[in-house]
């Protein structure tokens, strides 16, 4: 079977997403419905639009082309943003998504009307809290921090204020944004602090695009999951590290081909590391940017490297193992999720699939 329909197979299989950003994975018609309500200068015409806000499918990999995609001049109102988050969250279940971290930068969403960072925060807790209940979506937030975007005695600040309004769904922050031009250590004082007031866990984007002394760095500074670490595959010492250590790799297969930090899916890390049983996950990313969709990448993992359906509900239930709940938290997700698959396998004609 081709990757396209496997896709649609894998559409229905319930899944465990830790890394997914919002601003990466907007419904594209209502942005395109807001741009034209707040007279933007974007495409009149809707696959025009498509095409200026997507990764051109015809391009080879292009690290800055894809961070040029992320654009914050999108709002004019705080309804806004509250309505790009609540379709946003309800288009997550054509990949049904059992349980998401999704992480966002209140800051990308504040910063061009100088909006109130903490406001922002708490509609985008509103909006993807109805969204997913309306879906049966179970969701966790974490606040990314975008290197570059601000100075680090601001991002301190941030925190502290986001901290302050105490939103229990938030359970984690993120490092993301250029890490080859803003090394982890710049941010040491950040991840400190976070480790040091022990309300949040820390997921830090490093050797996506640079080498595993990054991700050296980010364990120091207390990361419970790396996003991407691709380049862990060139350290046996980290390797075993992260086993040990049960720090989980949230890896994406598309993404990491269209940044270049992976430019040959047949062999992308996530097949060797998880046969030597370092702890791997499956996320998606940036999806809207990407033009792609997580089932897509489950059926690219399953035709490239030969995943079964047992190897994706291992590599989910090392979602819920690394994810920033607790772990009694754990305990109720991992029942519920197998629960989903059992239906999943109930549901789904066997014959004709190659995935049993
Ligand atoms: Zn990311």
Not at 74 to 84: A, F, K, P
Not at 151 to 166: C, G, H, M, Q, V
Request: glycine share 4%; aromatic share 12%.
């Amino acid at each position: 079977m081709q990757i396209a329909e496997t896709k649609n197979l894998w559409s229905k299989f319930p899944k465990i997403e830790l890394h997914r950003h919002l601003e990466g994975a907007f419904d594209l018609k209502t942005l395109f419905r807001i741009a034209q309500k707040n007279k933007l200068d974007v495409p009149a015409d809707f696959s025009a639009f498509k095409d200026a806000f997507q990764f051109p499918k015809d391009s080879g990999p292009d690290f800055h082309l894809f961070l040029s995609k992320f654009k914050n001049n999108w709002y004019r109102s705080l309804e806004d943003i509250y309505t790009i988050t609540y379709e946003s969250v309800k288009s997550f279940k054509e990949d049904n998504l059992f349980y998401v971290e999704l992480r966002f930068n209140p800051e990308s969403f504040a910063i061009f009307n100088n909006f109130d960072r903490e406001e922002v925060t708490k509609l985008v807790l509103e909006a993807g809290n109805k969204a997913a209940l309306e879906i049966g979506l179970k969701i966790k937030y974490l606040i990314t921090f975008n290197r570059g975007q601000r100075d680090l005695d601001y991002f301190l600040s941030l925190y502290e204020k986001l901290l302050a309004i105490d939103k229990p769904e938030i359970i984690g922050v993120d490092l993301a944004g250029d890490e080859v031009n803003y090394p982890v250590k710049l941010f040491a004082r950040l991840f400190t602090g976070v480790n040091r007031d022990g309300r949040y866990k820390a997921t830090i984007h490093a050797g996506e695009v640079t080498p595993p002394s990054e991700i050296w760095e980010a364990v120091k500074l207390h990361a419970a999951r790396i996003g991407h670490g691709t380049t862990t595959i060139q350290d046996p010492k980290l390797q075993d590290y992260l086993t040990d250590n049960r720090i989980a790799l949230e890896q994406c297969i598309t993404s990491n081909y269209q940044t270049g930090s992976w430019r040959d899916s047949k062999t992308h890390p996530m097949n060797p590391l998880y046969r030597k049983r370092v702890p791997v996950t499956i996320n998606s990313d940036d999806p809207t940017i990407q033009n792609t969709q997580l089932s897509e990448d489950y059926a690219k993992a399953e035709k490239l490297f030969g995943f079964t359906l047992d190897d994706f509900v291992n590599l989910n239930l090392t979602a819920v193992q690394a994810s920033f709940i607790t772990d009694n938290e754990k305990e109720t997700l991992q029942n519920d999720y197998l629960g989903a698959v059992g239906d999943f396998k109930e549901l789904t004609p066997l014959p004709k699939l190659s995935i049993y």
